[in-house]
T-cell receptor, first 117, second 113 residues
């Protein structure tokens, strides 16, 4: 199947700093990428949907100025957590769909564990 | 709106026991249905899928059948192993939403030797 690579897998940052998480599709063109957040022992909560070359669509309740999403190319989307605080600590997962990956499946990155201290 | 409901966990079984994890859905369109598995500290891996009614998805001994009449997609395995211990997520995808997935709450499975 298609491969999505997410980096870094773990990051620890100080409160008030910004952190960038990358999501890359390695062998297909990801026309749409999704960013999810997962709290411990809970399900995945969709944060936003990004289409290459256009602004991301955020789910209700997600602060677009805090969680900046850029999808500048067909193989890369980034999520930047700005001015991070301890409550932003979570597991962030991206997924991607697109040409070459099939129309009926989304492929997931391995996730990023963010800890804000 | 569209939604997925899974049976609550955790589910604890002995090795070689039979597994069923129930999943039902509500959708206005014609969804594809998925089961994903998540091992501790990792992302999601696709376990199996079904794209239309009466399809059966299967992989690694796991099976699930897309039942439109009961809006269900229950996951089954005849004989679980310790290595099957993980969290299992049922999900649906609506075709015209670009791959957006709606997840159930997840069911934690623990298999004891």
């Amino acid at each position: 199947g298609a491969v999505v690579s997410q980096h870094p897998s773990r990051v620890i940052c100080k409160s008030g700093t910004s952190v960038k998480i990358e999501c890359r599709s390695l062998d297909f063109q990801a026309t749409t990428m999704f960013w999810y957040r997962q709290f411990p022992k809970q399900s995945l909560m969709l944060m936003a949907t990004s289409n290459e070359g256009s602004k991301a669509t955020y789910e209700q309740g997600v602060e677009k100025d805090k969680f900046l999403i850029n999808h500048a190319s067909l193989t890369l989307s980034t999520l930047t957590v700005t001015s991070a605080h301890p409550e932003d600590s979570s597991f962030y997962i991206c997924s991607a769909t697109g040409e070459g990956a099939g129309d009926t499946e989304a492929f997931f990155g391995q996730g990023t564990r963010l800890t804000v201290v | 709106g569209d939604s997925v409901t899974q049976m609550e966990g955790p589910v604890t079984l002995s090795e070689e026991a039979f597994l069923t994890i129930n999943c039902t859905y509500t959708a206005t369109g014609y969804p594809s249905l998925f089961w994903y598995v998540q091992y501790p500290g990792e992302g999601l891996q696709l376990l199996l899928k079904a794209t239309k009614a009466d399809d059966k998805g299967s992989n690694k001994g796991f099976e699930a059948t897309y039942r439109k009449e009961t809006t269900s997609f229950h996951l089954e395995k005849g004989s679980v192993q310790v290595s099957d211990s993980a969290v299992y997520f049922c999900a649906l995808m609506i075709y015209n939403q670009g791959g957006k997935l709606i997840f159930g709450q997840g069911t934690e499975l623990s298999v004891k030797p």
